[in-house]
């Protein structure tokens, strides 16, 4: 059955850096968008990066452009987040997700276009 993994949080100190790694098993990897996004207590999901089944195209929102990237290995059916400069309004849950319907290189940034999600691993940045 469809899987998504995801591993790699912790707690950190401002600044920090961290890369998140989400693994994926039981559909074709390619057929796939994926994207990362976040929940923080008492506020709603949104998305943190995505990436097209291809890995030609990325969008970030301006919250994290700049100290993340995303990318993935089709090879692998990986896809990774690579937080940097971390501070602590970056503290959450991140969640991998994938998008079954993106053209090869389109990529979706709601959450509700996600059929897949992982369960999550936590973020936490202390000041």
């Known amino acids: 059955q469809v899987q998504l993994v995801e591993s790699g949080g912790g707690l950190v100190q401002a600044g920090a850096s961290l890369r998140l790694s989400c693994k994926a098993s039981?559909?074709?990897?390619?057929?796939?968008?994926m994207g990362w996004f976040r929940q923080a207590p008492a506020k709603e999901r949104e998305f943190v990066a995505v990436?097209?089944?291809?890995?030609?195209?990325?969008t970030y929102p301006d919250s994290v452009k700049g100290r993340f990237t995303i990318s993935r290995d089709n090879a692998k059916n990986m896809v990774y987040l690579q937080m940097n400069s971390l501070t602590p309004e970056d503290t959450a849950v991140y969640y991998c997700?994938?998008?079954?319907?993106?053209?090869?290189?389109?990529?979706?940034?709601?959450?509700?276009?996600?059929?897949?999600w992982g369960r999550g691993t936590q973020v936490t940045v202390s000041s």
């Open positions: 990436i097209s089944r291809s890995g030609q195209t990325t």
């Open positions: 997700a994938a998008d079954r319907r993106s053209p090869l290189d389109y990529v979706k940034t709601p959450a509700h276009e996600y059929d897949y």
């Open positions: 039981g559909f074709i990897f390619t057929d796939f968008a």
